[in-house]
């Protein structure tokens, strides 16, 4: 993904609903929908606990991918088909 909106959530929310807030400020703001989602390997398995999943691959309508080199509670959203 070359181009996206970094989101920042450091609220006690579950990191789904972290997640459809990003992706409406994503469609808000671009006017499409987004698809893929970067988040911190901490958030990640968050996320994971709240799925009952070893390794979540979709959340809220999105692609999602763990990365070291995003922050915590910063997340890198955006078009990854394009």
């Known amino acids: 993904m070359d181009f996206g909106l970094l989101w920042f959530d450091d609220g006690k929310r579950p990191v789904?609903?972290?997640?459809?807030?990003a992706a409406e400020a994503y469609q808000a703001r671009f006017r499409r929908k987004p698809d893929t989602v970067y988040v911190?390997?901490?958030?990640?398995?968050?996320?994971?606990?709240?799925?009952?999943?070893?390794?979540?691959?979709?959340?809220?309508?999105?692609s999602v991918v763990a990365?070291?080199?995003?922050?915590?509670?910063?997340?890198?959203?955006g078009r990854d088909e394009e």
């Open 40 to 62: 911190h390997t901490s958030d990640y398995a968050q996320l994971a606990r709240e799925l009952g999943q070893e390794r979540p691959r979709r959340a809220a309508g999105l």
């Open 67 to 77: 990365c070291i080199n995003i922050l915590p509670c910063y997340f890198w959203i």
């Open 16 to 21: 789904q609903e972290k997640l459809r807030g």
